[in-house]
């Protein structure tokens, strides 16, 4: 049997209960002290069902597994409070960590190995370069995706671009006069458009119509979109790319408007009986059943002229995606957006769909507060990229003497290894609905919780077994009888619990804290204990546990998007 942390544990304990094995294994915390065991099980939710104390079930649920032989398995089950605690038996825990590590089998993979899934994130729009902002949709998107693919799912990861919208229409118009436009322009241009449309009506007039006769077939305007969107995406991917994250599929918002595919869905809506013509000739959808917005319960889906509305391209694309029979299907929006994803969930319920799963995420803001496109009040991702690299140089070269793991010479793009995995963590480590604020000093330090602490404990452990041959049986395993050996065994054998959780909410603040917390554990070890200065058993089985413990932190880095540098 996989012996790992929570496994056995729910396995017994749904053999005397009713609770579904996974319910329980949900349920399952580490108790708070060393005293206290190593998983424990609460009973008060029970209390109430089975009008009874918390700590009596869990004396009953003892006693039930005492007597169907769960001594053999534990070596003491407890009860302390309402809760039921459980003691692992070490040298049973210790062999199979042995295979486990031996055997690179902390995640089980079977369970999800070529199921599909579709990822759906960024989507910026192609009008400018992404700020910061818009890139922590980037960062949780491209994290999910490595996540699911590093489970075993057959991942397609989509963007969606937005080329036939109002923003790419302004930009039309603002270079309809000029010869070559470079993508570093966009931004300037579409702001002092934007300023521009405050103090003249009638611009807003011929951008509609120019929606308008791009809708309508007229090639001449449906070039000159396809010609702004080209040099924005490309230049987004170009940006996107260099910090490692990449897309599949390209979808254009058009596609559905020249195909028709607009005009089907409206007619499938119209048979729903939700679908209405408003007094200014607006296709709206009703959605007032779901109670999504009391004030407000309507979507808007065309414009009085008839052209389509982004929701309603929406609608067509989701469809689209959903035919393709992805078991998850994942879209990562705004929390400005959460609203609009359950619009169109329950518009996509309403044609017999189910709707993606949404990720919401709260802003990146400055100190003068939330970035804006519009106004140009924002940070770039590629100047913060490009800012953090030569801070991280600086960083390098500064405490290179102080904090090197050895004198052999560094790789080149260890700078950009540091730069782009600070900003990756210091975004990631925040819960989803927490906003963020990006420091690059405090990011690019090797003490305290940041990828770069994360990155200097793996290469000082990979530094440590250069040359070893990390040949441990099993029978070493047993010296492994420091109390914080046994920590660091149960915190490895969490790794699993740890992202099949992230794997439902995509809130990564669990896995960042995992990485931070074994890496500290890591210290705390190589301080207390001899390892290399060892012999015997004893430094044969450390030495296997910090492979073990440098394998752990290179999978979660990679998870997160963060490369994992031999030496620094």
Sequence with gaps: MKYLLFDIVSIELAKVTTIPIEDIYGSLEQPPGFEMGDVAFPCFSLAKALKKAPGAIAEDMRGKLLKQGASSLFADIKVIGGYLNFFLMKTRV????????????????????????????????????????????????????????????????????????????????????????????????????????????????????????????????????????????????????????YYDVYDRESQYVMSGKTDVVLALLKETGRLF????????????????????????????????????????????????????????????????????NAALSLLGYEGPQLINYSFVTLPEGKMTTRGGQVVLLEDLMRDTVSYAETTISEHRNEYAVDDLPLDSDLPKQLAYGAIKYSILKYGNDKNVLFDK?????????????????????????????????????????????WEIVKKLLLFEQVLNSVAQSFNFVSLCGYLYDLCQLFARWYQECRIKQAEGSIRSARLFLASGIANVIKDGLNILGIDAPERI
């Design 94 to 245: 210790l062999e199979q960590l042995h295979h486990i590590i031996k055997n690179n089998l902390l995640v089980d993979f079977t369970g999800f190995t070529g199921k599909k899934a579709t990822i759906e994130h960024t989507s910026v729009n192609p009008n400018a370069s992404p700020h910061i902002g818009r890139a922590r949709n980037a960062l949780i998107g491209d994290a999910s995706v490595r996540l699911l693919r590093y489970l075993g799912y057959d991942v397609t990861v989509h963007y969606f671009i937005n080329d036939i919208g109002k923003q790419v229409a302004l930009l039309v118009y603002c270079i309809k006069d000029r010869g070559k436009v470079s993508f570093s322009e966009l931004l300037s241009l579409y702001v002092a458009a934007n300023e521009e449309l405050k103090s003249s009506p009638a611009l807003e007039g011929e951008v509609f119509d120019l929606l308008n006769r791009m809708e309508n077939g007229d090639k001449e305007v449906f070039d000159s979109f396809s010609r702004i969107v080209d040099i924005c995406v490309e230049g987004q991917m170009a940006i996107f790319n260099e910090f490692g994250i």
């Design 441 to 485: 000093e405090k990011a690019v330090n090797l003490k305290g919780d940041t990828s770069v602490y994360i990155q200097y404990s793996y290469a000082r452990i990979r530094s440590m077994l250069r040359g070893e041959s990390l040949d441990a049986g099993e029978e070493d395993m047993a010296a492994l009888a420091h109390p914080l050996e």
């Design 277 to 344: 013509e408003d007094a200014d000739g607006r296709f709206i959808l009703n959605l007032e059943e779901f109670k999504l917005n009391s004030e407000n319960p309507y979507l808007p889906l065309t414009r009085k002229d008839k052209t389509s509305l982004y929701p309603l391209r929406d609608i067509c694309y989701n469809i689209d995606k959903l035919k393709g029979g992805a078991l998850r299907n994942i879209v990562v929006l705004g929390e400005d957006q959460r609203l609009y994803g359950r619009q169109i």
